[in-house]
């Protein structure tokens, strides 16, 4: 579902009163609803949320830690996701699981995105049609029985579903080198989604030279935009996707820093472009990269590649570094942004109310197809 199809389903006239509060009492409303549903109510807030949600969050962590910390919670009835639409599917298939459905016998635990515009552009970039026409175009040219599809978790339901199917797996930013060690442990090629920069910071790593890694463009008239020649000499197809927020970082703020700040330390996310992470001093997860600032030395000297509102937090939380964002622009994720107190009041208000609003459900086919993804990455060693 697209954004705009995603904003077309809140009625701004029910958010209206919220919208004309304050920050202090629309906390105030929040706290209460927490108070009052106790351990049945679960608030998941993600690294990138701004400091006001983070503060009533339950619990706080990226995408993927954040969806198995819901699904380990026995407590919880209710779940409201602070981050963007897959994150809250992710949830939704972990938490409502056939299994965990079986012991709690049948009940489901709705996961509410509290506003259902908060998508993510990134995700947004591999269509499940144009991934269905990219592999059967790919078909006429390769044998798509020896492609592993894999899919970053930062993708669509429908997408992960895709790679189950196809004998496929996911992947997050910190196990993605395991991940694509398993794929081709098992078949000669990879496509990988839905972030090329992700994919072939990854695969450049473990050795597979950028001549083997053509990009493949779904709004290419045909191949994604390849000879044959190229697809068939390939080893990692890489998707035509990147995340808005991380493409800003550029090699010129790297040296802009390096030569205002000697002995400076660049610490980036995989997201990055190729150029960046290879000027940087290490690069990792946004997991890697808090305890790579939280095990450093007073006095380091840090410029950080990744979302604004977590690097303004690792700043407030470590003053004994020098800690500096990596653009001389405000790059934040915009539909994260989204998620403010008064959407998070709304929502909590109507769940409690028993009306509840965005409630993300992923179908039980599309559930089953990405659970079978989820859990050969689970096996990954
Ligand atoms: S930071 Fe990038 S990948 Fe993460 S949710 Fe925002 S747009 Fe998507």
């Given at each position: 579902?697209?954004?705009?199809?995603?904003e077309?389903k809140?009625?701004?006239?029910?958010?209206k009163?919220?919208?004309?509060?304050d920050?202090?009492?629309?906390?105030e409303?929040?706290?209460a609803?927490?108070?009052r549903?106790?351990?049945q109510?679960?608030?998941l807030?993600?690294?990138y949320q701004?400091?006001?949600?983070?503060?009533?969050?339950?619990?706080t962590g990226?995408?993927?830690q954040?969806s198995?910390?819901?699904a380990a919670?026995t407590?919880?009835?209710?779940?409201?996701f602070?981050?963007?639409h897959?994150?809250?599917?992710?949830?939704?298939m972990?938490v409502n699981?056939?299994?965990r459905?079986a012991e709690?016998?049948g009940?489901?635990?709705?996961?509410?995105?509290p506003d259902m515009?908060?998508?993510?552009?990134?995700?947004d970039?591999?269509g499940?049609e144009?991934v269905?026409n990219?592999w059967s175009e790919?078909?006429?040219?390769?044998?798509?029985?020896d492609i592993?599809?894999v899919?970053y978790?930062n993708?669509?339901a429908s997408?992960k579903?895709f790679?189950?199917?196809?004998?496929?797996?996911?992947c997050?930013?910190s196990?993605a080198?395991?991940?694509l060690?398993?794929?081709?442990?098992?078949?000669?090629?990879?496509?990988?989604?839905?972030?090329?920069?992700?994919?072939?910071?990854?695969?450049?790593?473990?050795?597979?030279p950028l001549?083997?890694?053509p990009?493949?463009?779904?709004?290419?008239?045909e191949?994604?935009?390849?000879t044959?020649?190229?697809?068939?000499?390939s080893?990692?197809?890489?998707?035509?996707?990147?995340?808005?927020?991380?493409?800003?970082?550029?090699p010129e703020?790297?040296?802009l820093?390096?030569?205002?700040?000697?002995?400076?330390?660049?610490?980036?996310?995989?997201?990055?472009?190729r150029e960046?992470?290879?000027?940087a001093?290490?690069?990792?997860?946004?997991?890697?990269i808090i305890r790579?600032?939280e095990?450093?030395?007073?006095?380091?000297?840090w410029v950080i590649?990744?979302?604004?509102?977590?690097?303004n937090?690792?700043?407030k939380?470590h003053?004994e570094?020098?800690?500096?964002?990596l653009?001389?622009?405000v790059c934040?994720?915009?539909?994260?942004?989204?998620?403010?107190?008064?959407?998070?009041?709304?929502?909590?208000?109507?769940l409690e109310a028993?009306?509840?609003?965005?409630?993300?459900r992923?179908?039980?086919e599309?559930?089953?197809w990405?659970?079978?993804a989820?859990?050969?990455m689970l096996?990954?060693?």
């Amino acid at each position: 579902m697209s954004v705009v199809e995603l904003e077309a389903k809140q009625p701004s006239s029910e958010l209206k009163p919220y919208r004309s509060l304050d920050n202090a009492v629309l906390a105030e409303r929040i706290r209460a609803v927490k108070a009052r549903l106790g351990k049945q109510l679960l608030i998941l807030g993600h690294h990138y949320q701004q400091d006001e949600v983070i503060a009533l969050a339950d619990l706080t962590g990226d995408s993927y830690q954040l969806s198995q910390m819901a699904a380990a919670n026995t407590e919880c009835r209710q779940i409201a996701f602070c981050g963007v639409h897959f994150m809250a599917e992710t949830a939704d298939m972990l938490v409502n699981r056939p299994e965990r459905l079986a012991e709690r016998n049948g009940l489901r635990v709705p996961v509410v995105l509290p506003d259902m515009a908060a998508g993510c552009s990134m995700a947004d970039m591999a269509g499940i049609e144009q991934v269905e026409n990219a592999w059967s175009e790919l078909g006429e040219v390769i044998d798509t029985g020896d492609i592993t599809p894999v899919t970053y978790i930062n993708s669509a339901a429908s997408l992960k579903a895709f790679c189950g199917r196809h004998g496929g797996i996911v992947c997050t930013s910190s196990n993605a080198a395991a991940v694509l060690k398993w794929a081709f442990a098992r078949r000669s090629r990879v496509l990988f989604f839905p972030d090329q920069h992700l994919g072939r910071n990854t695969a450049f790593q473990m050795g597979v030279p950028l001549t083997q890694m053509p990009v493949w463009n779904p709004h290419a008239e045909e191949l994604g935009g390849n000879t044959v020649e190229a697809i068939r000499d390939s080893k990692v197809l890489l998707w035509q996707g990147h995340c808005s927020v991380h493409a800003v970082f550029k090699p010129e703020h790297v040296d802009l820093f390096r030569n205002k700040y000697p002995g400076i330390k660049v610490l980036v996310h995989p997201e990055c472009s190729r150029e960046v992470v290879a000027m940087a001093d290490v690069f990792g997860s946004t997991g890697k990269i808090i305890r790579e600032v939280e095990a450093a030395p007073p006095g380091t000297k840090w410029v950080i590649g990744t979302e604004l509102h977590l690097v303004n937090r690792l700043k407030k939380e470590h003053p004994e570094q020098e800690i500096h964002f990596l653009s001389p622009f405000v790059c934040m994720c915009a539909t994260m942004y989204r998620i403010d107190l008064a959407h998070l009041c709304w929502s909590l208000e109507n769940l409690e109310a028993g009306t509840p609003v965005n409630i993300v459900r992923v179908d039980d086919e599309t559930t089953r197809w990405s659970l079978a993804a989820l859990e050969r990455m689970l096996d990954v060693k």
